[in-house]
């Protein structure tokens, strides 16, 4: 008996052995992937959805001027300065208080610079006057010389809504050349 019992075990030890190492954790190859199936039917439509508020024009709170030609005359007057004004009923104390105002000179090679502008022979610069609804630009000799001719061209202001300049923070209109301003305010230039 004692011997059936032995055998009983190593054959149960020995089938154990057998089945432990002919197992693989591993399936076996995957079979090729069939063909695609019909397209589904299309679904009912859904509901529209209820309609956005309207956005504010992309340049509603921006006041532009076309190009104006300077007329400063031919000579300086006075204290070796030359000055001419543009009218305009936009132009009032609220502007003044909440708005940026940009003035731009366009040369007759048509080079366009933000103002003030200094340099050897004239410097250019604008004031605003809400009370008389005005900019005035002006233009002084550096050259001390009263015959010198100011310096002819056309002449461009922007006046800008603080809302409108203030939509990204890290944005400062006077550090941008005139094109970059224009194009981020959306006029034409």
């Known amino acids: 008996m004692k011997k059936v019992i032995l055998k009983?075990?190593?054959?149960?030890?020995?089938?154990?052995?057998?089945?432990?190492?002919?197992?693989?954790?591993?399936?076996?190859?995957?079979?090729?992937?069939?063909?695609?199936?019909?397209?589904?039917?299309?679904?009912?439509?859904?509901?529209?959805?209820?309609?956005?508020?309207?956005g504010e024009d992309g340049n509603a709170n921006v006041i532009a001027s076309g190009w104006t030609s300077t007329d400063f005359g031919d000579t300086y007057s006075g204290f070796?300065?030359?000055?001419?004004?543009?009218?305009?009923?936009?132009?009032?104390?609220?502007?003044?208080?909440?708005?940026?105002?940009?003035?731009?000179?366009?040369?007759?090679f048509d080079n366009v610079r933000a103002l003030p502008i200094t340099n050897q022979s004239w410097d250019m610069y604008y004031t605003i006057n809400a009370d008389d609804a005005e900019i005035r630009f002006l233009v002084t000799d550096n050259t001390d010389n009263a015959a010198a001719i100011p310096p002819s061209g056309e002449v461009r202001y922007v006046l800008v809504e603080s809302s409108t300049s203030a939509k990204n923070t890290n944005v400062d209109l006077r550090k941008m050349s005139y094109a970059e301003a224009m194009d981020y305010l959306g006029l034409q230039h």
């Open 8 to 54: 009983t075990k190593l054959f149960l030890m020995a089938l154990s052995t057998i089945l432990i190492f002919s197992c693989s954790a591993e399936d076996g190859e995957d079979g090729t992937i069939g063909p695609q199936g019909p397209q589904g039917e299309q679904g009912p439509a859904g509901q529209d959805g209820a309609d956005g508020e309207n």
């Open 80 to 108: 070796l300065a030359n000055s001419f004004s543009i009218d305009d009923s936009r132009i009032t104390a609220e502007v003044v208080d909440s708005y940026a105002i940009l003035a731009y000179y366009k040369d007759s």
